[in-house]
């Protein structure tokens, strides 16, 4: 793993259309996946959600990206998808707005996460929704999750991380 910290100055932007600066998130432990509405993962909303309400005020953002890229699986606009994820999951922790995580589009902080937490065999590329990147209270990538991995098996690195 990297361990270089994000390497400029970002600005995430939310489903409503809310400005949430990467700096803001420092010296909290943060949860960044890929999301879909329609995907066989997308049950995994729920689990990501029982982490943000475990461990928020210990100190985890959980930051849910929806992206359109592996088959279709996330179509809506902002308002469809914020309504689905809190009608369907109860979703609270913060929704950014649709987001490409591979190709030439890929949103910097995907690029940068690929890079300093390669998957498989060293391959950059998400190879499908769900795809998880914690990341330290120094900014530091500790570790990338498999889209099967589900939340709740990540609670030991999480307590970990918010002890450290």
């Not at 949103?107 to 929704?129: E, I």
Request: aromatic letters at 10%; charged letters at 20%; proline letters at 7%.
């Amino acid at each position: 793993m990297s361990r270089d910290t994000f390497p400029a100055p970002l600005t995430l932007q939310t489903l409503e259309g809310e400005e949430l600066p990467w700096d803001s998130l420092h010296g909290k432990v943060v949860l960044v996946v890929n999301t879909a509405s329609a995907c066989g993962f997308t049950p995994q909303l729920g689990e990501l959600q029982a982490l943000h309400e475990q461990y928020a005020d210990r100190g985890l953002v959980v930051l849910g990206f929806p992206c359109n890229q592996f088959g279709g699986q996330e179509p809506g606009d902002a308002a469809e998808i914020g309504a689905f994820c809190e009608r369907n999951y109860g979703v609270s922790f913060p929704m950014m707005e649709k987001t490409e995580v591979n190709g030439p589009g890929a949103h910097p902080l995907f690029a940068w996460l690929k890079r300093a937490a390669p998957g498989m065999l060293g391959t950059q590329a998400v190879k499908w929704n769900f795809t998880k990147f914690l990341v330290g209270k120094d900014g530091r990538v500790i570790r990338r999750y498999a889209p099967q991995d589900a939340p709740k098996a990540l609670a030991g690195d999480i307590e970990a991380a918010l002890g450290a």
